[in-house]
Structures are given as structure tokens and as C-alpha cells.
């Protein structure tokens, strides 16, 4: 299991590599992996649909109790299937659709690591894997979404797409660690077997908002869902493998693998309802709205991502039943209706509706299969979408207090993805053959290979429901947490409620089909608000950061080290005086008993070494104030039993004073850039800096801060650390990192200290 979940990866990069060596055919050869790995997973369906769920198991990060475990039910497996199935034709089709593209195997590439980041979703029994897995998607997703990088279109969508996701993905992280934390471990199968009781915790709304604004941000719920569509930008194989089977179903297969832990919740009910309904609506209105091919299908998308969320939200045995097939339906019908329209774009150079028609006699094989596709998008019999269609009405019908308002927006939906589907399957194709910017021609087969089969499978399924009864049985036993009955799928249940909705929907949405011209312009505008505004809030937010970013520039990081210092210390004092004042801290019992003279002494010397050298404007001078400063701290070091200490400062104050009398004639001259003002200001705030400090120095040497480790170092250092210096032992063993990063700041300097010393500007005038 973690071969075939991590070989996509390793493949991956290999392609730069075998991408001159398999040429033209380079599809059809990666093609061979999501295939061997469907059949491996369909390998397990005898087990699966028997009831069976098969655990696998790896150490990963043993001393966090964190393990790479997988995890292969119903549920999973028919993601699974999905990934790999539609993944080998998605290559295929990738392949043939972008050859002559000089960067054609860096798509493929991506596409191979965005499978294995799926399936690694899906199968993750581990919250930790999980969520790894999740941001992987959305890299490799902002990858593919920006692979026209060249143009400004495709890098604004890729990074709105990325910043929604991963903004989400912060939240689902906190609310993923807190349902760990609640249920005491981050292994799925424990969590799941817990069930509803989790929801007694306090903590339970605050996990399961954090986890919903995850779930709703990766599958475009409103107001999150104005990326989908703007992800168009990629091309058609990217596409068709994110609407179909991927990363926007992300989000509700969380959700759906949670059901068992949230359902009876109100609270999850009623947002997952209300969201997925108006998600559905708004998707289904928009696409009906939109000419361009790909946005019709990507505002689709958006309505069945919000039909899945709102059948996991009413959560009845009808409602996640009705779920699990319509994911499936959507899964083929959409794969197809992508890479035919991407098809029809490839051959004929557009993809407004607008510009399109008469294309059937010219391209019959991508209009017969795109009309099955179109036919199972719009819920008409024979075909498989008509089963999903018909369990929906049935589900909301059975809402409960909801179910008059999803019942409505139900019908409003189905109207109007009728509408839609009319567009994409008759506008193309029927009227007169219309001029197009490439002369239409038929696809060649690995283009018309995926669509064939997906659409063929969408009409097998429709006419033998049978096929697919028990994985998908599997799957609603997975969703529901208890063993599924008889799903009794098929075409006809006799004349009842929901056929007549699906009857009115029908010629509804027939009719706005024919007045399309005349409503749909007038249409958008009505929806506009709900469909664009939460867009407008995302460019509003990222024009604020930019603002934001350029203040912050301006006045904290502007390049002045006296900036920095100010900054450092005024954030410094402002903790301190927090934390003095809100905890009562401060121990002020001042006693001078056992200071001695020599001490005394020295303290002095520093004081006075100090004002010199900020007062005095002789740059020698000021050379050997900073020395005498450090040549004192040297001797406090020694009489207080430090001398390594003393040793290394001794050493550091002579090369310091050394190296500065040795540049002193090629520095400018001192110069008083600042006004007395300023200098008064600078002053006043160090010495509120340092009397803060010493008041924290005082606090501390009269607290009582528990036992020391000394004892621990000296009894331990030998034993453990092998070293007798305990000061060694500390630096390189117990505080090795820091050690390490102080090293590597060091060869950081010294590197730029060669650059400087080695550059001429004469080279370079």
C-alpha cells in the first residue's frame, strides 16, 4: 500500500528524465501506472464490499506516537478507483492534447504527483498523514492551475486557488490536532469508533468549525467558491482531473469519512444543509449563466460539490445513499464532459458557446459520447444521473425542518443545470456549421478514448445499477458508521414525488434553454452578488496585505539598523511592562551586602566606557571605549569562576579592537546625522530599556524558580554526553541545534565577508 501510494511521486521524477526517450507516446507509457494501481485496488473489492476493512500500518515518527497508517473501506476504495481510473485516461488524453508543448511533461509530471497526493487523502488512516497529503494536493494543484505561467491569467488563478486552500488548510490543521487531542489519538479508525460521543466535548464546535472551514475551502463551498472557477485557467486535462475525481471532492470526503463522528449534530446538520444548498443553487444558476464551455462545467462542479454537501449535512440512510452515487455519477459524467469540451476547444480554437454550432457532422464521435454525458449531467434516463438526480429529490423531500426550502432550491438546481446541459450538448453541435479560428476536425483516439469510456460507463451504469451496488453499499456503510441496507437501485420505482420533479425540472429547464439568449445576461446580474461578491472580498483582503506589506516596509524594515534596534526594543519594553504590570511581579529588596569594592569598580568603568563612546566624536577614542567595556565584562567573567568565558571575550575584544584600528582610516568621519531631538529620544529610550532589564534581573535572582540542573549536568554530562567540561558538553550536546544555527549564521558571515573582501569595484564600473 505505501508503494502504490508513493510510486505517482517517484515516477514523477523520472519523468524529465524518460520524457525524450518515450517521445510523442510519453502519455500512453505513464498511463501504465494508474492503471497497474486500479487493478491493484480492485484487487480488494471481493474483501471490501464483503464488509471487510483492511488496515495498514508503518512507523513514521515513533517517538510522537505518529504513524503512516492506511486505511481501505468503502469509502476509500471508491476514491481510489476513481483517482486511478480516471487518472490513466486523464494521462492518455493529456499527453496527445499538449503534444508540441515544450513543457508537456512537466503537466504530466505534475499530474502524477497530484495522484499519489490524492490517494494519499483518501487511504491516510493517520490525521497527521492526512493532512500532510491535503497540502500536497494544493501545491501540486497551484502547479498545475499556473502551468501557463507566462500568462497573468493563469499565475493570479493559481495563487488565488492556493491562497484559499491553504488558508483553509490552517484551520483544518488546528481542527484535525484538537479532534486528536479530544479523542485521544490521531489514527482514524480509533477516532471513528468513538462516534457521536465526541460531540460532548466542550471543544466540539470550535474542531468542527476549524475542520469545516478546511473541507469548505477545498471544495468551493460559498463563499469560498469563487476559485473553482477562475482555476480554468489550466488546461482541459487538469481540469477534467480536478472536477472529476480529485482535489475539489477533497473537501467532501472529509466530510463524508467524519459523518460517523458528527452526525446527530445540530450544528453540523444545519451548516452543512444550508451551505450545500446554497452552494448548489448558486453553481447550478452560474453555469446556466456563463457561455464558455469549461466555466459552464467548472460552475457545475460548484453545483454538485454543494448537492454532496447538503446530502452529507441531512445525513438520513436516503440522503447519504443518494450521496455516494451522485458522487459517482458526477465523477463520470463530468470526467467526460471536460476532455470533450477540451476537445472541441482543441479543434476548432474556442470555447464560446456562442461561436460554436453545426459541429455534429463534422466531429460525430465527440457529439454522440458528449451527449451521453450531457444527458447523465442533466438527470435523464437511461443514464446514471437520473438515479443520483431521483435519490436527491428523494433525500431533501425527507429533510426534516429544512426540507421545504432544499426542495426548492432543489428544483431550482435541476432547472437550471437542464438549461446548462442543453448548452453544452446543443448549442456546439445543431444550426449551421459556424466559422471557428481552427477548421474543425475529429479528435484523435487518445483524446477520445476517456470520454468515450466515462460516458459509456455513465450509460452501463444507468441501464445495470447493479454493477457498482455493492461497492457503493461499501461506501454508504463507511459514511453511515452502520452496515447499509439494500440501496435497490434502479431506473424505475414508479410514478411518485420525486419522477415529478425531475418531469417539471425537465421541460423547465427546456424552455430556458430556449429563451437562453434573452435571460441569461439579465440572470447573471441577479446572482451576481452571491456568485462574485465573496470574490471581490478576497481581492480586497489581498489589496489590504499589499497595503499592509508596504507600510510595514516603509517604517519597520526600511534598512536603517537603528530602525531595527528602536523596533527590537520598544516591542522588548513593551512585553516587559506587560508582564510586570499584569502579574504583580516586580521584587525590588535591594541589598548591597557582599558587593565589593573591585566590583564596584569595574561596574563603574563600564558605565563611564559606555557614555564615552556614545558621546565622543573621536573615532579612536570610541575604538577604545568599546574595548575597556570589553575587556571589563572579561574580568567580571573571571572573579564570578568563568574563565572560558573570560578567555573567549578576551579573545573576541582583541580582535575586534584590532580589525577596527586596522579599517579605522577607511572609514567616513564621524558625522551627526540624527537631530539632538532624536538623540534625546534614542537616549530616553535606552535607559527605559535598561531599567526594565534590571528590574527583570533583580525579579529573578529573588524568585524562587524551583530546584537548578546543575546538579542533573554534573552527575550526567560523563554518563551521558561522554564529555568532562560541562560548558562543552552543554554548547555541543544539549543544545546542539542552537549550536548548529549559531555555526551556520557564522560561515554565513564569514561567506559575505569573502564576497565583500574579494569584490572590486573597478570590475564592475
Not at 165 to 178: K, N, S, V
Request: aromatic residues 10%.
Amino acid at each position: 500500500m505505501l508503494v502504490a501510494v508513493l510510486a505517482g511521486f517517484v515516477l514523477a521524477a523520472l519523468v524529465p528524465s524518460l520524457s525524450s526517450r518515450l517521445g510523442r507516446h510519453i502519455g500512453w507509457y505513464l498511463a501504465v501506472l494508474p492503471a497497474t494501481l486500479f487493478g491493484y485496488f480492485a484487487g480488494f473489492w471481493s474483501r471490501v464490499t464483503g464488509g471487510e476493512t483492511i488496515q495498514f500500518h508503518y512507523d513514521w515518527i515513533p517517538s510522537l506516537d505518529i504513524s503512516l497508517s492506511f486505511m481501505l473501506d468503502g469509502l476509500s476504495l471508491m476514491f481510489a478507483l476513481l483517482i486511478t481510473g480516471i487518472g490513466t485516461f486523464i494521462l492518455i488524453y493529456g499527453g496527445r492534447y499538449l503534444e508540441g508543448n515544450k513543457d508537456r511533461h512537466k503537466l504530466l509530471m505534475y499530474l502524477l504527483a497530484f495522484m499519489s497526493a490524492m490517494l494519499g487523502v483518501v487511504l491516510c488512516s493517520s490525521l497527521i498523514g492526512l493532512f500532510v497529503f491535503w497540502e500536497l494536493t494544493s501545491i501540486t494543484s497551484y502547479l498545475l492551475i499556473g502551468f501557463n505561467h507566462e500568462q497573468e491569467k493563469s499565475r493570479k488563478a493559481a495563487l488565488q486557488g492556493l491562497f484559499v486552500t491553504m488558508g483553509g488548510g490552517l484551520a483544518l490543521m488546528t481542527g484535525l490536532i484538537m479532534l486528536g487531542w479530544m479523542a485521544g489519538s490521531y489514527e482514524l479508525s480509533e477516532v471513528l469508533a468513538q462516534g457521536p460521543a465526541l460531540q460532548q466535548h466542550p471543544l466540539f464546535i470550535p474542531m468542527m468549525t476549524l475542520i469545516l472551514l478546511g473541507t469548505f475551502t477545498k471544495s468551493a463551498q460559498t463563499p469560498f467558491h469563487f476559485w473553482l472557477p477562475n482555476a480554468m485557467a489550466a488546461p482541459t486535462p487538469v481540469s477534467a482531473y480536478l472536477h472529476s475525481a480529485t482535489m475539489v471532492k477533497a473537501g467532501v470526503f472529509l466530510m463524508a469519512r467524519l459523518q460517523p463522528v458528527m452526525a446527530g449534530s445540530d450544528a453540523w446538520m444545519l451548516t452543512l444543509s444550508v451551505f450545500g444548498g446554497v452552494t448548489m443553487t448558486v453553481g447550478a444558476i452560474m453555469s446556466v449563466c456563463s457561455t464558455d464551455l469549461k466555466r459552464i462545467l467548472a460552475f457545475s462542479t460548484i453545483m454538485a460539490l454543494g448537492t454532496l454537501t447538503m446530502l452529507i449535512g441531512i445525513g438520513t440512510p436516503v440522503a447519504l445513499k443518494a450521496a455516494m452515487i451522485f458522487l459517482l455519477a458526477h465523477a463520470l459524467y463530468k470526467g467526460a464532459l471536460f476532455m470533450a469540451a477540451g476537445t472541441l476547444d482543441h479543434a476548432t480554437g474556442t470555447k464560446d458557446v456562442r461561436e460554436l454550432g453545426g459541429l455534429r457532422s463534422v466531429m460525430p464521435q465527440t457529439a454522440l459520447f458528449l451527449w451521453v454525458a450531457a444527458l447523465s449531467l442533466a438527470g435523464i434516463p437511461p443514464l446514471f444521473g437520473f438515479i443520483a438526480k431521483e435519490l436527491m429529490f428523494e433525500a431533501v423531500i425527507g429533510a426534516g425542518v429544512l426540507s421545504a426550502m432544499l426542495v426548492l432550491l432543489a428544483l431550482i438546481t435541476a432547472v437550471s443545470i437542464v438549461g446548462a446541459s442543453a448548452l453544452v450538448a446543443i448549442k456546439p453541435f445543431f444550426g449551421t456549421l459556424k466559422p471557428t479560428p481552427k477548421t474543425p476536425h475529429e479528435a484523435p483516439l487518445a483524446m477520445r478514448l476517456g470520454f468515450s469510456m466515462l460516458a459509456l460507463l455513465s450509460l452501463l451504469l444507468g441501464l445495470l445499477p447493479g454493477l457498482a451496488e455493492p461497492l457503493l453499499a461499501a461506501a454508504v456503510t463507511a459514511v453511515s458508521g452502520t452496515p447499509a441496507a439494500d440501496l435497490d437501485l434502479a431506473l424505475w420505482h414508479g410514478i411518485n414525488l420525486p419522477l415529478l420533479f425531475s418531469a417539471a425540472a425537465l421541460v423547465a429547464g427546456g424552455l430556458l434553454y430556449r429563451s437562453w439568449d434573452r435571460v441569461y445576461q439579465p440572470l447573471g446580474k441577479v446572482i451576481y452578488p452571491l456568485a462574485y461578491g465573496p470574490e471581490r472580498g478576497y481581492e480586497h483582503m489581498m489589496d489590504g496585505l499589499v497595503r499592509l506589506a508596504r507600510w510595514q516596509t516603509n517604517w519597520l524594515q526600511n534598512g536603517y539598523m537603528t530602525n531595527y534596534i528602536m523596533t527590537i526594543l520598544l516591542t522588548t519594553i513593551g512585553l516587559l511592562v506587560y508582564a510586570f504590570w499584569a502579574h504583580d511581579a516586580f521584587i525590588y529588596s535591594l541589598s548591597f551586602k557582599g558587593v565589593y569594592l573591585y566590583e564596584m569598580v569595574i561596574s563603574l568603568l563600564m558605565l563611564v566606557a559606555v557614555m564615552y563612546a556614545c558621546s565622543t566624536h573621536l573615532r579612536l577614542g570610541a575604538v577604545a571605549a568599546v574595548g575597556v567595556l570589553g575587556f571589563s565584562m572579561a574580568l567580571i567573567y573571571v572573579f564570578f569562576s568563568a574563565p572560558d568565558l573570560a578567555i573567549t571575550q578576551v579573545l573576541i575584544e582583541t580582535l575586534t579592537v584590532i580589525l577596527l584600528v586596522l579599517v579605522l582610516f577607511r572609514l567616513p568621519g564621524f558625522q551627526d546625522l540624527s537631530s539632538t531631538r532624536t538623540r534625546w529620544r534614542d537616549a530616553g529610550v535606552a535607559g527605559v530599556f535598561g531599567i526594565l532589564v534590571a528590574m527583570m534581573v533583580l525579579t529573578v535572582n529573588q524568585s524562587s524558580l524551583g530546584e537548578g540542573i546543575s546538579s542533573y549536568l554534573v552527575a550526567n554530562s560523563y554518563e551521558i554526553a561522554h564529555g568532562r567540561n560541562i560548558v562543552n558538553v552543554i554548547l555541543v550536546d544539549y543544545r546542539a541545534l542552537d549550536t548548529l544555527g549559531e555555526i551556520f549564521v557564522l560561515a554565513l558571515a564569514a561567506i559575505g565577508v569573502n564576497a565583500m573582501i574579494r569584490f572590486r569595484w573597478e570590475d564592475h564600473r
